[in-house]
C-alpha cells in the first residue's frame, strides 16, 4: 500500500478524507447506488444516446480489443490497426476525441497518439461497458466531444458482500488459435470488501481467407495469415474497501501487459506495461444540503517499447495522475444536480528513431455542473464546464529538431436538453451541446516520422481550440418485450483539427501537417427488438443499422476513415437453458472517400452463438461456441489507416469458432 499513497498527493489527501469520515460518520439508512456514463444522477430514461453490455450480452460480443468488442453497435465502429490495436470510433470520431475512461477515471496510456498503439483494458477483465455517443465533454473533459467508453469492474468494491463469490472464464478460439482465462475472487462481510482477479489470453497469427506475404524473420513466405498478428495479454488486480454506514472508502492496484505484432511492419513487435492504482471514497448526506459527496483518484505509469527484429527501438511513455470530486446536492423543489472538480496531469516522453513527437506535459483543471429539472410532461437538463489546459512541449535531448514551447487554453462547455413523455409507449428527446477542446501535445509539436500513418507528421503550435455545435434528436417507442430507437445528429466543427497532406516530403516521407478546417458530421442511428413470439420458447429480431455522411467544408471533400452505411439483425432464440443467435451484417462500400484515397468494397458477414446454463453444485456453468464470418468472407474495414497506407495487407479476421466457459460461484 506504501507505494500507492507516494504515487498522487490528491490521492493520499482523498483516501485521508475518506478514512476521517469512515471513523465519525453517524448511522443512516444505506442507498443503493446507480452509475450510469450518460448521467450521474442515474435516472433510467436518458436525453444522450447510450449503450450499456454487461453479463450473457458482452460475454457473447467480446472480442481480444476494446474496438472489435464494441464494433457494431449503432454509431460505433473501430480504428482496426490489425486484430491488436483496436481502439473505438464513435460518429466518425476518433483518437483523442473519444474519452476512454476506468470506472469514470482516467484511462493513462499512448492510444490516442497512434493507431497502431492498443488501449491497455482487456475484455476479459471487464464487467460492464458504457458507451455514450455525443458530446460527453461537460462531465468528462474536452476530450469527449466525440463520446465516452467507460470500462466498468469491480476492483474497487462499491456494497458489502457476505462471504465469497467468484467467476472464472475459459476460451479456445481456432481462427486465431486464442486460449484464454480469467478468475476473479471477492469476498468480505458489511464492514469490508476484497477484491482479486487475473487473466491471461495468447494469440498466433490470425487466420484470414486470401495468402498475404510475410517476410518474418528474414525470410519470405505466403500464408493465410495476418503476418505479426500474434499477442500474448496477461494482468491483475487486487482492491479493498471499507464500509461504514454512510457510504466506503476504498483502494485497488492493477498491472496489465501485452506484447503483440503491429502487422504494419513484419519485423516490429511493441512490449507493452501499465500500472494503475485508483482511490475512491463516498459519502452520503455529508452535509446539510448535499445528498453524497464522491472522491476518485489514480496514478498510473504506462510504458511501450518497439522491438525491431527482437531489438529494442523507440520507447514511449507516459505518466500521469487525475482526481474527481463530485458533489450531488438535495432536490430543489424539482430541481436536482451534480456539481464537481476535476483535474489531470499527464508527462510524455518518446525516445528512438520514431520519436515524431517531443517530450511534453499536460495539465488540465476544470469546473463543472450538471442539473435535472423534472416537469409534468418529461425532464430539462443543462449544465456547463470551464477548463484551464496548459501544454509544454521540453523538446527531446536526443533530437535536435523539437524546440520547447508552450500553449494555454480555456475550454468551456455547455449543453441543453430535454425529454417529453409524448404518450406511454413514446418519448422524445433533445440535446444540444456547444463544445470546445484544447489541441493535444502531438497536435501542437509533432515533428517526425510516424510509421502508423506511413508519413512524416507535423505540428502547429499556434492551433486554436477546436470548437464545435451538436444537435441530437432521439425517439423512442416501448411496448413489452417490443422497442425502437432512432436518433439524427449533426456535428458543426468551425475548426476541426485534420492531418492533411501538404504535396512535400522529408525522408522520403509523404509530410502531413495538422491543420484546422470547418467540417460537418451528419448521420443517424437505429436500432429495436421485435418478439416475434412467446410460445414456452421465445423468438426475438434485433436490428440495427446507421449511416454517416463527414465532409470537409473548406474543401468540400469527405474526411478520411469514415464507416458506410451499416445493416443488421440477430435472431434470438431462449428455451429454458438454451439459447442461440443467428445475425448477419451489412456494410455497403464506402466510395466517398478523399481524392487520392483508396475506397473499400461492401461486404456481408454472418455469425451465430449457442449457449446452455447448466449447475455443478453450488457452481453456475455458462457454455457457448460461437462462429464468427461464418461465410470466411475477405473484407477489408474503411475505418482503418491500412487500407490506404498498406492496402491488402491486414484483411479483417476469417471464420473462427470459439468455444467458451463461464463459472460463476
Known sequence: MKSIFRCSAAGAALFSLGHVLAQTAAPSASLQEVTVTGNPLGATDLIVPAASYS????????????????????????????????????????????????NGGASVDASGLSYDHAVPADPISI????????????????????????????????????????????????????????????????????????????????????????????????ARRICNSASNVRGGAVGASLFFDRGYVGASASSYRNDY????????????????????????????????????ASYTRYQHTEFEGGAPGTVFGNAGNDYRLEARHVKWGALQGVWGVQGESTRFSAVGEEAFAPFSRTRQDAVFMHEELATGWGRLSFGARSERVRVDAMGNPDVARFAPGSRDFKPFSTALGALWKLAPAWQLTAQWA??????????????????????????????????????????????????????VYRTRFTNYIGLEATGASEDGLPVLA?????????????????????????????????????????????????APARVGATLVWTRGDWGARLGV?????????????QASAAYTLWNAALTWRTRLGPSHLLWFVRLDNATDRLAYSATSILTQTAPGKSPLPGRSVKLGLQATF
Open 55 to 102: 453479463g450473457t450480452g458482452l460475454l457473447l460480443r467480446r472480442g481480444d480489443t476494446l474496438g472489435e468488442t464494441l464494433d457494431g453497435t449503432p454509431g460505433v465502429s473501430s480504428t482496426y490497426f490489425g486484430p491488436n490495436a483496436n481502439r473505438p470510433v464513435i460518429r466518425g470520431l476518433d483518437g483523442d476525441r473519444i474519452r476512454i475512461l476506468a
Open 127 to 222: 464487467e460492464r461497458i458504457e458507451v455514450l455517443r455525443g458530446p460527453g465533454a461537460l462531465l468528462y473533459g474536452g476530450s469527449a466531444v466525440g463520446g465516452v467508453v467507460n470500462v466498468i469492474d469491480n476492483r474497487i468494491p462499491r456494497e458489502p458482500l457476505e462471504g465469497v463469490v467468484g467467476k472464472a472464464d475459459l476460451g479456445l478460439s481456432s481462427g486465431n488459435a486464442g486460449r484464454g482465462a480469467g478468475v476473479l475472487v471477492e469476498g468480505g462481510n458489511d464492514r469490508i470488501g476484497l477484491h482479486a482477479d487475473m487473466f491471461d489470453r495468447r494469440t498466433s497469427d490470425v487466420r484470414v481467407p486470401v495468402s498475404l506475404a510475410c517476410t518474418q524473420g528474414g525470410g519470405l513466405a505466403l
Open 261 to 296: 505484432g503491429t502487422v504494419a511492419e513484419d519485423d516490429v513487435t511493441i512490449g507493452m506495461q501499465s500500472q494503475r492504482y485508483a482511490l475512491e471514497a463516498l459519502l452520503r448526506h455529508p452535509v446539510g444540503g448535499l445528498e453524497s459527496l464522491k472522491g476518485q
Open 434 to 487: 456547444r463544445s470546445e477542446r484544447a489541441p493535444k501535445d502531438y497536435e501542437l509539436f509533432a515533428d517526425g516520422p510516424h510509421v502508423a500513418t506511413g508519413a512524416w507528421e507535423r505540428g502547429d503550435a499556434t492551433l486554436a481550440k477546436e470548437r464545435s455545435n451538436n444537435l441530437d434528436l432521439g425517439l423512442q417507442w416501448t411496448r413489452g418485450p417490443h422497442r425502437a430507437k432512432f436518433n
Open 514 to 562: 495538422y491543420r484546422q478546417v470547418p467540417a460537418r458530421f451528419t448521420g443517424m442511428e437505429a436500432s429495436g427488438t421485435v418478439r416475434l413470439f412467446d410460445t414456452g420458447s421465445t423468438l426475438d429480431l434485433e436490428w440495427r443499422g446507421d449511416l454517416l455522411r463527414a465532409t470537409n467544408l473548406a474543401n468540400g471533400q469527405p474526411l478520411p476513415r469514415v
Open 585 to 597: 451484417d451489412h456494410l455497403a462500400a464506402q466510395r466517398r472517400v478523399p481524392a487520392g484515397e
